[in-house]
């Protein structure tokens, strides 16, 4: 268990494509590159904890906190990063950030956003946030739904 959860962040190996997406629609600063070879980061800053599917001890990376993941579908592995590292419902920013680039996403004002989201979507939504990083618009849309009664049933809540 950690005492400071907002601090909690992640590496995830190029394998664990699904969970670090997941990972950043709840939230967490999530590295992920899957342009490089297995088990290599840009840079793996030594508080981020690595995700793993094998015990990190062959990258030279002995003292690096990790979970290794046993499981092979993407949400029976968010269950083990769940509770290996004690994440709680209290703990979680849900679409808070970017699942392309893992930047914060902030609101962005509906006028700014006409001509770059297609009419129909800005005609039906009048919440935007737009991501620091890559730029991408979000908007509450079916998927959000669907993906908020899954987190609710993972935190049971
Ligand atoms: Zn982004």
Redesign the pocket.
């Known amino acids: 268990m950690r005492g400071v959860f907002m601090e909690l962040c992640f590496a995830a190996e190029k394998t664990l494509g699904r969970l670090a997406k997941w990972l950043r629609i709840l939230g967490f600063d999530t590295l992920y590159e899957p342009d490089l070879a297995a088990g290599y980061f840009s840079g793996l800053e030594p508080n981020r904890t690595l995700l793993t599917r094998r015990a990190p001890f062959h990258l030279g990376r002995i003292d690096t906190p990790h979970v290794v993941i046993r499981a092979d579908h993407y949400w029976d592995q968010l269950v083990e990063v769940v509770q290996a590292a004690g994440i709680t419902a209290e703990s979680i920013r849900p679409f808070s950030r970017?699942i392309?680039?893992?930047?914060a996403?902030m609101p962005s004002g509906k006028a700014d956003l006409q001509g770059k989201v297609p009419d129909y979507v800005w005609e039906t939504h009048d919440v935007f946030r737009i991501?620091?990083?890559?730029?991408?618009i979000y908007w509450s849309g079916s998927h959000v739904e669907r993906s908020m009664e899954k987190i609710r049933s993972l935190f049971c809540i």
């Open positions: 970017c392309r680039c893992n930047s996403i991501c620091r990083g890559c730029q991408r």
